[in-house]
Nanobody
Framework: QVQVVESGGGLVQPGGSLRLSCTVS????????MAWYRQAPGKERELLAT?????????KDSVQGRFTISRDNANARNTANLKIDMLKPEDTAVYYC?????????????????WGQGTQVTVSP
């Protein structure tokens, strides 16, 4: 069974930094892209950043420059890290990791995408 495991959340002071990590228990070659989302209380889940199997990254406009998505190494397509700098109270949310399956891996990964359980990030003095 494919699992998506996030770590690295916690309580941080405004202006601080945090690094979230995510690993998918799947063949790295079966992951076409990974992404980070977040959901604040009373708000919709929003897409923050993506990284494709080729390492191409994209960001939500409002987080560009403060958020950096990466993976452990060039071959670790089943990992995704999210570095957040200059944290603000409005960054407080549950952060979720998302993994998309390569179409050729439909037998190994039944679902087209998988989600982690989420990790809480709280920014407060």
């Amino acid at each position: 069974q494919v699992q998506v495991v996030e770590s690295g959340g916690g309580l941080v002071q405004p202006g601080g930094s945090l690094r979230l990590s995510c690993t998918v228990s799947a063949d790295p070659d079966c992951i076409s892209a990974m992404a980070w989302y977040r959901q604040a209380p009373g708000k919709e889940r929003e897409l923050l950043a993506t990284i494709t199997h080729r390492g191409v990254t994209t960001y939500k406009d409002s987080v560009q420059g403060r958020f950096t998505i990466s993976r452990d190494n060039a071959n670790a397509r089943n990992t995704a890290n999210l570095k957040i700098d200059m944290l603000k109270p409005e960054d407080t949310a549950v952060y979720y990791c998302n993994a998309h399956r390569e179409i050729m891996c439909v037998m190994a990964m039944r679902e087209p995408e998988y989600w982690g359980q989420g990790t809480q990030v709280t920014v407060s003095p």
